[in-house]
């Protein structure tokens, strides 16, 4: 079974808009962790928002928000404001277990966004 | 901010030869790195973790024979593409961790291997 789904292969948003990507998990670990990451046309990975599975709040950094459901098993990114430089593919990841064993990240399939003037 | 760098960034080779990327953390040490490797317009899929002079741990399916990971020093991992074949062109990513007590791992700008 699939343990990170990101269920949109390919979002469109109009330019200064909010856009929502979604992602779900499994894990039977009360520890866990969950990222979002952006990767652009060139390859790199770039970090944008963490949520702890014991955190309370939802995390937020900047234009970025992750709507964190853990009765649903769900951690969606919400980018607010949408700017056409925030065309990229964008990655949900788990880590399963504390931060301090191990540390390995599942991906999931993907998100390709694209933003339109 | 943690930079990691891999060099080379893209590579070209013949088939059967070997391969050598490596994957530095510049300015922090890593006690842990981790190997990915990404199809084109695939996801980054696991292939091992290595941690600072012990042994690395292979994920499910990945050849240990065919993929030699060394993690020589805090700031150093090398991934070695033994006898390369076309199906082993793809995208590898390297990651570091500074500390068992780090969430965040960062992850070098990848090399892209082509295989011909």
Same mark, same amino acid.
């Given at each position: 079974a699939q343990k990170i789904t990101q269920t949109q292969p390919g979002m469109f948003v109009q330019e200064k808009e909010a856009v929502t990507l979604d992602c779900t998990y499994d894990t039977s670990d009360p520890s866990y962790g969950l990222f979002w990451y952006k990767q652009p046309s060139s390859g790199e990975m770039i970090f944008l928002i963490y949520q702890g599975s014991y955190d309370q709040q939802n995390a937020t950094e900047g234009r970025y928000s992750l709507n964190f459901q853990k009765a649903r098993k769900s951690a969606n990114l919400v980018i607010s404001? +949408?700017?056409?430089?925030? +065309?990229a593919m964008y990655f949900c990841a788990m880590r399963e277990g504390p931060y301090n064993q191990g540390g390995k990240l599942i991906f999931g399939q993907g998100t390709e966004l694209s933003v339109k003037p | 901010g943690a930079v990691v760098s891999q060099h080379p960034s893209w590579v070209i080779c013949k088939s059967g030869t070997s391969v050598k990327i490596e994957c530095r953390s510049l300015d922090f040490q890593a006690t842990t790195m981790f190997w990915y490797r990404q199809f084109p317009k695939q996801s980054l899929m696991l292939m091992a973790t290595s941690n600072e002079g012990s042994k690395a741990t292979y994920e499910q399916g990945v050849e240990k024979d065919k993929f030699l990971i060394n993690h020589a020093s805090l700031t150093l991992s090398t991934l070695t593409v033994t006898s390369a074949h076309p199906e082993d062109s793809s995208f590898y990513i390297c990651s570091a961790r500074p500390?068992?007590?780090?969430?965040e791992q960062f992850f070098g700008p990848g090399t892209r291997l082509t295989v011909l």
């Amino acid at each position: 079974a699939q343990k990170i789904t990101q269920t949109q292969p390919g979002m469109f948003v109009q330019e200064k808009e909010a856009v929502t990507l979604d992602c779900t998990y499994d894990t039977s670990d009360p520890s866990y962790g969950l990222f979002w990451y952006k990767q652009p046309s060139s390859g790199e990975m770039i970090f944008l928002i963490y949520q702890g599975s014991y955190d309370q709040q939802n995390a937020t950094e900047g234009r970025y928000s992750l709507n964190f459901q853990k009765a649903r098993k769900s951690a969606n990114l919400v980018i607010s404001a +949408s700017q056409l430089g925030d +065309s990229a593919m964008y990655f949900c990841a788990m880590r399963e277990g504390p931060y301090n064993q191990g540390g390995k990240l599942i991906f999931g399939q993907g998100t390709e966004l694209s933003v339109k003037p | 901010g943690a930079v990691v760098s891999q060099h080379p960034s893209w590579v070209i080779c013949k088939s059967g030869t070997s391969v050598k990327i490596e994957c530095r953390s510049l300015d922090f040490q890593a006690t842990t790195m981790f190997w990915y490797r990404q199809f084109p317009k695939q996801s980054l899929m696991l292939m091992a973790t290595s941690n600072e002079g012990s042994k690395a741990t292979y994920e499910q399916g990945v050849e240990k024979d065919k993929f030699l990971i060394n993690h020589a020093s805090l700031t150093l991992s090398t991934l070695t593409v033994t006898s390369a074949h076309p199906e082993d062109s793809s995208f590898y990513i390297c990651s570091a961790r500074p500390g068992s007590y780090y969430n965040e791992q960062f992850f070098g700008p990848g090399t892209r291997l082509t295989v011909l």
